[in-house]
């Protein structure tokens, strides 16, 4: 298991996952704070491309740092940095998912001449000022009024915005981020609930993480990189229209909307999610 120092000494760790790909595609996991063994093999992506594998700090294999305050995410963003430089990559090709879109974002924004391309995934994009407000959680809801739980889950979901949910409710809710609660979905679901570190989660979050939005977002809107901007057409965080607005912010985004997948694209179809990733990196390689 390969590892590198970050910045403050604190061991981090990575794992590489298949071959392909002029270089590897450095994958940065969501939750926020989960190790990156959710992530797989992104749906048999790791079979077309070499997969690198962040366990961000205090996750997985990589070390707690000795300071609460350095799970903040503008402040991991070095974090990525030294993983670059420790793989030999002039420039990065990144991959974010669900929260992990922050964290990518506050890199580009912080080096955005190291940045190749990106690749968000369900993404959160409040590092530059856009978040998903929970109405649109609840649009996503009610397309699923026709699922056999819906009618379970509808008091488990406004439970949860009340914060009166409890652990039932929270298994329930998982249902809404596959677009088929099936047996791969299932399984997946019950790993993530074991890979979440809640403590660094609310650190990852603290006060003053997103205070540069403004100026991250202006950043951005230069960063001269093709962006590929991935929704699930059932997710409702971010919702399609909300994955298209955070495309707009880049010169070269693209906004492509996965049909039948929630907030897991990779699980609920893994060969239309492999085909448009593996034909977004084909580009950039040209």
């Known amino acids: 298991m390969p590892t590198f120092d970050a910045p403050d000494q604190t061991r981090l760790a990575y794992h590489r996952n298949g071959s392909g790909g002029a270089q590897p595609l450095v994958c940065v996991p969501g939750g926020p704070m989960m190790r990156s063994a959710y992530l797989g093999d992104l749906g048999g992506l790791g079979a077309r491309q070499e997969l690198v594998l962040l366990d961000l700090r205090g996750t997985g294999d990589s070390e707690r740092p ?6 903040r995410v503008d402040r991991q963003a070095q974090d990525i940095e030294a993983l670059r430089v420790a793989l030999g990559l002039e420039r990065v090709d ?9 964290l990518v974002l506050a890199y580009a924004a912080r080096y955005r001449e190291r940045v190749r391309s990106l690749v968000l995934v369900c993404a959160r994009a409040r590092t530059a000022g856009i978040d998903f407000p929970v109405e649109r959680r609840r649009e996503a809801l009610e397309l699923r009024r026709d699922e056999p739980w819906y009618e379970d889950i509808r008091p488990a ?9 409890d652990d039932a ?3 329930l809710l998982d249902r809404l981020n ?4 099936d047996e791969a979905a299932q399984q997946h679901a019950a790993a993530c609930a074991q890979w979440w570190n809640e403590e660094a989660a609310a650190a990852y979050l603290a006060p003053g993480a997103f205070d540069g939005a403004d100026a991250a977002r202006a950043v ?9 901007v991935l929704s699930g057409a059932l997710d409702g965080s971010p919702r399609p229209d909300s994955a298209a607005e955070v495309a707009d912010l880049f010169p070269r985004g693209e906004h492509v909307v996965q049909a039948g997948a929630a907030h897991n694209p990779w699980v609920d179809g893994p060969e239309e999610f492999v085909r448009t990733v593996t034909g977004f990196l084909a580009r950039v390689e040209r």
């Open 169 to 171: 409710d929270f298994d």
């Open 94 to 102: 990144l991959l974010g998912h669900s929260a992990a879109g922050d």
């Open 220 to 228: 951005l809107a230069g960063l001269d990189a093709p962006v590929l």
């Open 157 to 165: 979901f406004e439970r949860a915005v009340s914060g009166k949910a």
């Open 66 to 71: 000795a300071d609460l305050a350095g799970f």
């Open 178 to 181: 596959y677009g088929r609660w």
